[in-house]
């Protein structure tokens, strides 16, 4: 037997940041994103040999440690022990043996929500394989905590309920780790013309989003009026954003992610930088109307609108800088586990 699964990556479309508590829990947050057919793999295969191993493919990287009903952190496998050590204690249950493989489509750090989708889907495997009485909702929040709370890594809320449940999601966030997840349901001629619209780059960079949402994190808890007045602006520009997708307004689409970008650099320091800011008006110059960072900020993917025919005039400037376009279509379902 063999357990596999599978989470979608996203990218964050507007109000990136105000999932973040403190804000979050004072203000109330709202973001709205869309999960890509880039995916997190997982695959678990049961054992009797009284040992665990993990590895991360791609990586050449594994580990071996004997079964235990709680198992020490080591580098490079805190998700993986995160996920089984708080499985084991929510549930009661004895200790395991299994070989549990982790593969991803995306660098780590590169702002698609990769860290928090490779939780989901380990977690999912999980689920697959011990039948846990766990819904959508459930796996999320259990996913937000392994990870924000567990392994103390800084972060959001939108990336797990984005993996778990897939599509194009307006996500609203408030007190005691509430999220509601509203589905956007869209005409097809909508979601193609935002594909055919959107450019997807990898500024071939990566980055720690720690040091970044700390700083954020930091601005809100000192009351950092600019820092703060740019986050209810955020706020704003998701509601502005759905609007303009339910009402068919894909003119205001470019205008709206321009919008966003301008008031996220307010948010903390760290976000953009002198290589990020050139890519974005290189984009501009050659026809994009707006675009953003995906994810905290600081290096990673970055997404451009091109309305009307000059996508390929946009990613040929832009790709001259030393990073490449990826192609991508979007999905509307989230974690998918199965046995085989």
Same mark, same amino acid.
């Given at each position: 037997m063999i357990i596999r699964s599978k989470a979608p990556l996203r990218i964050g479309l507007a109000g990136g940041g105000t999932d973040v508590s403190p804000y979050s829990d004072l203000y109330g947050g709202a973001i709205l994103n869309a999960t890509i057919n880039l995916y997190a793999y997982a695959s678990l295969e049961p054992t009797d040999d009284g040992q665990i191993e993990f590895v991360i493919d791609g990586q050449n990287k594994q580990i071996k440690l004997k079964s235990d009903s709680e198992l020490p952190m080591h580098e490079g496998f805190e998700l993986f022990i995160g996920v089984y050590n708080r499985v084991i204690k929510q549930f009661n249950l004895k200790p395991l043996s299994f070989r549990l493989t982790s593969f991803i489509e995306a660098p780590q750090g590169s702002g698609l929500g990769t860290s928090s989708t490779i939780?989901?889907? =380990?977690?999912?495997?999980? !689920?697959?394989? &011990?039948?846990?009485? *766990?819904?959508? @909702?459930?796996?999320?929040?259990?996913?937000?905590?392994?990870?924000?709370?567990?392994?103390?890594?800084?972060?959001?809320?939108?990336?797990?309920?984005?993996?778990?449940?897939?599509?194009?999601?307006?996500?609203?966030?408030?007190?005691?780790?509430?999220?509601?997840?509203?589905?956007?349901? =869209?005409?097809?001629?909508? !979601?193609?013309? &935002?594909?055919?619209? *959107?450019?997807? @780059?990898?500024?071939?960079?990566?980055?720690?989003?720690?040091?970044?949402?700390?700083e954020q994190v930091k601005n809100v808890n000192e009351k950092n009026t600019k820092s703060i007045e740019a986050m209810h602006n955020l706020k704003e520009q998701a509601q502005q954003m759905k609007d303009a997708l339910l009402r068919e307004e894909l003119s205001k689409f470019g205008e709206i992610l321009h919008f966003g970008w301008q008031n996220k650099k307010q948010m903390a320091q760290s976000i953009s930088n002198h290589f990020i800011d050139e890519i974005y008006q290189n984009a501009i110059n050659h026809g994009a109307t707006g675009g953003k960072i995906s994810g905290a900020g600081g290096g990673g993917f970055m997404f451009f609108y091109c309305p009307g025919v000059t996508k390929n005039k946009v990613a040929h400037a832009i790709q001259s800088m030393g990073g490449n376009c990826q192609p991508f279509k979007f999905t509307q379902q989230g974690l998918i586990t199965w046995t085989i």
């Open positions: 939780v989901v889907s =380990l977690l999912g495997a999980f !689920v697959e394989w &011990l039948k846990l009485p *766990l819904g959508k @909702y459930d796996i999320a929040h259990l996913a937000y905590d392994i990870e924000r709370i567990d392994l103390k890594m800084a972060g959001g809320k939108q990336d797990q309920y984005a993996a778990t449940f897939g599509g194009i999601n307006f996500l609203e966030f408030s007190a005691n780790d509430k999220v509601i997840v509203n589905p956007l349901q =869209l005409k097809s001629k909508i !979601v193609n013309e &935002l594909e055919f619209s *959107l450019l997807l @780059y990898f500024t071939s960079t990566q980055r720690l989003s720690a040091g970044i949402i700390n």
